[in-house]
């Protein structure tokens, strides 16, 4: 399971829709942060999260009889959103783990900050004049 | 092979607490006495600063600042850098609430000595309350909306000297402007002849006062200088070791040294559990330029939490936000608009909170939220609500269902924000003011250390750092630190001249 498999792209695009709209670069420059962040982790941890992207994308063929990457938006969202309220711990806080990585690759990038018009300067105030 | 050191006093980290000592000892050099502070982190140069929300994340802060506790669902600040967390905080800067100095029941501990220590360092770091000018919209509105709301708003007293308003005081401030111990108390004690190691983590202390000491080498690519020592393990001799490497710090090394410590180490952690809100008002607001953090608003006593103005950077504020998809990048998309808001729940010592250490020695974080922690949470986002609504905020993102409050919503904040949106592992909780698990106390049946900062039955072996606090400070915890820290460093001068006679 990588960062460029189809079910990290299908969940990424689901916690921020404008990632559909990515080209292969940009994709490169997300799955790139990442990794960096995951590399950064103990192995048991990078053994969880492969080991819960595998699930969450077998999970919906169960009630839906489809893989997570082969649902449409709105049932992967419906998916998704059902995974966050879980009353179980752990399928609350995988879920919440994926979201955050995804986050991070996608606001990390300097190009979203500039999109979101985050602004901050070195320069403070002087920069603003 | 290990090399041999000799020193006379160790001290082991360089933050608030470890710079304090540091600085306060510096005049024993003159008489002779050898002095060495060990920093696990780097040292970084000036320019290092960028203010990229990432690399810097990664840089100063331990796990890029994601170092979750043992269930997952809080993530804990700290740095590691020449001068500690003073590096990354926003230098607010408050003396330690009488009644909760009290409460804390340390017998030799007394408020008017604490107030009266933290007062120094206020002054040698130049605390003081921002001029009106150099206040953001962000903040104006939270006095604004807090004075409507009626809520007593107070000034941060803040540590900045030449503040340029970057806002990025939490990925280390970029014009060095804030007054943290590395740019005070540490160069200090460096030109009087403290000898100062970076990148040097000490792994374990040994009862005949040896302590085995790790120096990593500077990797390719990254931050920061080289060691001042050549990496390699050394063997560290002292005849006072001050242990000031932080809450979390502190509490692993002397769990994994062989030491005959007392069995309430570890134990009484608490930290502040905090949540970032946010809302949208009708027009562009200057945020994310001028000082972060000026005014609060302290519930405390009465309600368990703490409301401070705050502006994080693009990823921290996108995993805040409740929620994913449409409306999450809505909100994100209203960054020019935004006003924020972090509320910290004052939690207290609860048993089974504390710190651990796993078999190769890593720290780990035992922490349970209580209900009376996620009650604070609850009515703290409810007092925030009112702030953003009465500061004009046509809504406000927080943890409800579903999370985007309207205007219609303000008068029903009771009915929409309840305890059953913060369970656990469905909001981005994190801490940053980590204390305890060395408390103060009478003696080793009910504590750590003495008031003094002295481990009970190891008088050679001080503590000097928020883990020595027995209970939540219930406010930012730097200058308690450095005043207890100055107790500290004068119990060391009284003990060494004692020996020296």
Redesign the interface.
């Given at each position: 399971m990588t960062l460029s498999s189809p079910v990290f792209r299908a969940v990424a695009t689901?916690?921020?829709?404008?990632a559909s709209r990515f080209d292969a670069a940009q994709w490169d420059e997300m799955a790139a942060?990442v990794a960096r962040?995951i590399a950064?982790?103990p192995r048991a941890m990078q053994r969880q999260l492969a080991l819960f992207l595998i699930l969450l994308e077998w999970f919906p063929l169960v009630r839906y009889g489809r893989r997570l990457s082969r649902l449409d938006p709105a049932r992967r969202?419906k998916f998704?959103d059902r995974l966050?309220?879980s009353p179980l711990?752990l399928l609350?806080?995988g879920f919440?783990?994926v979201?955050?990585l995804v986050?991070?690759g996608?606001?990390?990038r300097?190009a979203?900050?500039a999109?979101?018009?985050?602004?901050?300067?070195?320069?403070?105030?002087?920069?603003?004049r | 092979m290990s090399t041999s050191r000799s020193y006379d006093i160790v001290i082991i980290g360089s933050g608030a607490g470890g710079g304090t000592v540091a600085q306060e000892l510096a005049p024993l050099v003159r008489d002779g006495v050898r002095i060495l502070v060990l920093e696990k982190g780097p040292r970084f140069a000036d320019q290092e600063?960028?203010?990229?929300?990432?690399e810097m994340a990664?840089a100063l802060y331990q796990?890029?600042g994601?170092f979750l506790t043992r269930?997952?669902?809080m993530t804990l600040a700290f740095a590691s850098a020449y001068g500690g967390s003073t590096v990354v905080y926003t230098g607010t800067s408050l003396t330690a609430p009488q009644r909760v100095i009290r409460a804390w029941g340390v017998p030799g501990l007394e408020h008017a000595d604490l107030t009266r220590r933290s007062a120094k360092y206020a002054e040698q770091n130049n605390v003081h309350a921002l001029d009106d000018p150099?206040i953001n919209d962000n903040n104006r509105l939270f006095v604004e909306g807090g004075r409507k709301a009626g809520y007593l708003v107070e000034q941060f007293p803040v540590n900045v000297k030449g503040?340029?308003?970057?806002?990025?005081c939490n990925l280390g401030c970029?014009?060095q402007a804030k007054q943290g111990t590395n740019r005070v108390q540490l160069p200090r004690a460096e030109r009087a002849g403290v000898e100062v190691v970076t990148r040097a983590e000490v792994l374990r202390i040994e009862p005949d006062r040896t302590l085995t000491v790790r120096v990593s080498q500077k990797a390719a690519g990254t931050k920061g200088a080289p060691s001042e020592w050549a990496p390699g393990d050394y063997a560290v001799r002292a005849r006072i070791v001050v242990a000031a490497a932080g809450a979390i710090g502190t509490s692993a090394l002397l769990l994994r040294s062989p030491l005959p410590a007392p069995r309430s180490l570890g134990h009484g952690f608490t930290c502040h559990p905090a949540l970032i809100l946010v809302a949208e008002h009708p027009r562009p607001i200057?945020n994310?330029?001028?000082h972060p953090k000026s005014y609060f608003v302290d519930h405390g006593a009465s309600e368990r939490f703490v409301l401070e103005t705050c502006m994080y950077?693009?990823?921290v504020?996108?995993?805040s936000l409740t929620?994913?998809?449409?409306t999450?990048?809505a909100i994100?998309?209203a960054?020019?608009r935004l006003q924020m808001i972090l509320i910290l729940a004052c939690d207290h010592v609860a048993s089974g909170n504390r710190i651990a250490v796993s078999r190769t020695g890593s720290p780990i974080v035992h922490y349970r939220f209580t209900p009376e922690t996620i009650d604070g949470l609850v009515r703290g986002t409810r007092a925030a609500a009112r702030i953003f609504f009465a500061a004009g905020a046509r809504r406000v993102h927080a943890p409800a269902d579903p999370p985007l409050l309207e205007i219609a919503d303000a008068d029903r904040l009771e009915e929409r924000v309840t305890a059953s949106s913060f369970?656990?592992?469905?909001l981005?909780v994190s801490a940053a003011h980590l204390m305890g698990g060395c408390g103060m106390g009478r003696t080793a049946a009910d504590s750590v250390t003495d008031a003094w900062g002295r481990v009970h039955g190891l008088p050679w072996l001080r503590v000097a750092d928020a883990s020595l606090f027995p209970d939540s400070l219930e406010i930012n915890p730097y200058l308690t630190i450095m005043g207890l820290a100055d107790r500290v460093a004068e119990g060391v001068r009284r003990d060494l001249a004692v020996v020296r006679d």
């Open positions: 689901c916690v921020v829709p404008e942060i962040a950064a982790r969202t998704l966050q309220r711990l609350r806080r919440w783990g979201r955050t986050l991070m996608y606001y990390g300097p979203a900050a999109e979101i018009g985050y602004r901050a300067d070195a320069r403070g105030w002087e920069a603003r | 600063f960028t203010g990229r929300e990432l990664d796990d890029g994601a269930d997952g669902t150099l503040c340029r308003g970057s806002s990025l970029p014009n200057t994310d330029v001028g950077f693009p990823f504020t996108a995993k929620g994913f998809g449409a999450h990048s994100m998309h960054l020019p369970r656990p592992g469905m981005a």
